[in-house]
C-alpha cells in the first residue's frame, strides 16, 4: 500500500520510493510532501505517504497529484 516516505534525516526531508530509491532531499517536510504530490502525477491517483518525523514514530498521510488545467 505505502510506495513513498519521507524521512526526516540530517536536517533534511528525505522523499523515497521503493521501487526507485531516493527521489530528492528537501529543507522542510511541505516541500517533500509537495514533489510526492507531483511524483503521483504518474499514474493520476492519490498517494500513501509514510511519514517519520522522529526516529521510531510513522503516521501516513494521503497527497493528491496537483490538478491539470
Same mark, same amino acid.
Given at each position: 500500500?505505502?510506495?513513498?516516505?519521507? /524521512?526526516?534525516?540530517? #536536517?533534511?526531508?528525505?522523499?523515497?520510493?521503493? @521501487?526507485?530509491?531516493?527521489?530528492?532531499?528537501?529543507?522542510?517536510?511541505?516541500?517533500?510532501?509537495? @514533489? @510526492? #504530490? /507531483?511524483?503521483?502525477?504518474?499514474?493520476?491517483?492519490?498517494?500513501? /505517504?509514510?511519514?517519520?518525523?522522529?526516529? #521510531?514514530?510513522?503516521?501516513?498521510?494521503?497527497?493528491?497529484?496537483?490538478?491539470?488545467?
Amino acid at each position: 500500500m505505502f510506495d513513498l516516505t519521507v /524521512v526526516a534525516r540530517g #536536517g533534511q526531508w528525505v522523499l523515497t520510493d521503493d @521501487a526507485e530509491g531516493e527521489l530528492g532531499s528537501f529543507a522542510s517536510r511541505a516541500e517533500a510532501l509537495e @514533489a @510526492a #504530490g /507531483v511524483y503521483a502525477q504518474v499514474d493520476a491517483e492519490p498517494r500513501h /505517504v509514510l511519514v517519520q518525523d522522529t526516529p #521510531g514514530e510513522w503516521y501516513e498521510t494521503v497527497v493528491e497529484p496537483p490538478a491539470l488545467h
